[in-house]
């Protein structure tokens, strides 16, 4: 079955720190990937996304994100973070013979000053 | 250009009452998806539809939900009774049309508070 796995439940970083949140999925055909953030009280947002060519692909806010088959992960990267980016991140799959997506847990982000 | 409208963005009822979501998709769209998010269960999709119809309500959680589309522009998650394990942020979401490589866009949510 589809499936979406985020390692990290919380990651703190400092403010201008990097930061690297990791996704891996489970996916039999090639997938299409997605990366939304949610902010507090917020619907989620699209950052990134993924169905195929270049496998690093740039987002809004600064983000990009690299697809790495062998590895089946989708990993989100922004080199200099702001306080604003602390938020909730989802990673999903599409679902070509459903239609749907599926979301990962999420990983929140706490950014220190 | 309006997004994804929900209402109301807060409710509060006691258990057994009839709680009735609304959702208005971005004009144009022809595809809705209802989600429930708990700390315990995360992000679940409940039900979505296109062009009107259900496509698939596996993720509805029970007999006492049910979604209805009577029109492009409008849609409604009700829950009857409602129990306190239905406390939740309900999202609605819509695409332009039905496929895995379309981009979500959400609405703002409801979050229900059932006493």
């Known amino acids: 079955a589809q499936s979406v796995t985020q390692p990290d439940i919380h990651i703190t970083v400092s403010e201008g720190a990097s930061l690297e949140l990791r996704c891996n999925y489970s996916y039999g055909a090639t997938p299409y990937l997605f990366w939304y953030v949610q902010s507090p009280g917020q619907g989620l947002q699209l950052l990134l996304k993924?169905?195929?060519?270049?496998?690093l692909v740039q987002g809004i806010k600064g983000f990009e994100a690299e697809f790495k088959r062998s590895q089946s992960s989708f990993n989100l990267r922004k080199p200099s973070v702001h306080w604003s980016d602390a938020a909730e991140y989802f990673c999903?799959?599409?679902?070509?013979?459903?239609?749907?997506?599926?979301f990962g847990a999420g990983t929140r982000l706490a950014v220190h000053p | 250009d309006a997004g994804v409208i929900q209402s109301p963005r807060h409710e509060v009822t006691e258990m057994g009452q009839e709680v009735t979501l609304r959702c208005k998709p971005i004009?144009?769209?022809?595809?809705l998806f209802w989600y429930r998010q708990t700390m315990m269960r995360g992000l679940e999709l409940l039900i979505y539809f296109n062009n009107n119809v259900p496509i698939d309500d596996s993720g509805m959680p029970e007999d006492r939900f049910s979604a209805k589309m009577p029109n492009a522009s409008f849609s409604t998650l009700k829950i009857q009774p409602s129990e306190p394990r239905d406390s939740a942020v309900y999202f609605c979401?819509?695409?332009?049309?039905?496929?895995?490589?379309?981009?979500?866009?959400f609405g703002p949510g409801t979050r229900l508070l059932v006493l």
């Open positions: 993924y169905f195929s060519g270049d496998t």
């Open positions: 999903a799959v599409g679902d070509g013979g459903y239609n749907k997506l599926i």
């Open positions: 004009s144009g769209h022809n595809s």
């Open positions: 979401a819509s695409t332009p049309r039905l496929g895995a490589q379309e981009t979500q866009y």
